[in-house]
């Protein structure tokens, strides 16, 4: 199981502004980052969307977390990127694994249980500890 580029190059994205601390536009961002400039901005729209990033416009443009790195978590920007985290498609609303069973499985108790540990993990890791 692997989280996809787009959440891998957000991650890559707000540590760069976590570490620099302060006002950045989105080429030196890209540059920083080795995401392609097309992409990086794709993404940035995301996590400002998210609340994590805020944009400027203008001379003086560009952008900044909209939080403190320490209140930032690899959970908030995969996410923000993502959507909400599942281990199987099974815990999502949108798929019917009963094929017959009633109520919940042993395999979907499992993975719910699997989900939680990983998304406690993530919720762990914040950007003032991994810059």
Do not use: W
């Amino acid at each position: 199981m692997n989280f996809t580029l787009e959440s891998d190059y957000a991650v890559r994205i707000v540590g760069c502004l976590a570490a620099e601390g302060k006002r950045l536009d989105a080429k030196t961002i890209s540059s920083s980052t080795m995401v392609t400039l097309r992409f990086a901005l794709k993404i940035l729209r995301k996590l400002v969307s998210a609340g994590i990033v805020r944009s400027f416009k203008g001379t003086q443009g560009g952008y900044e977390l909209a939080a403190k790195p320490s209140e930032i978590s690899l959970h908030d920007v995969i996410s923000a990127i993502e959507g909400k985290y599942a281990v199987s498609k099974c815990l999502t609303g949108d798929y019917d694994c009963s094929r017959g069973m009633s109520g919940r499985c042993k395999y979907q108790r499992v993975f719910s249980d699997i989900t939680a540990m990983v998304e406690k993990e993530l919720k762990a890791y914040t950007f003032d500890k991994l810059i």
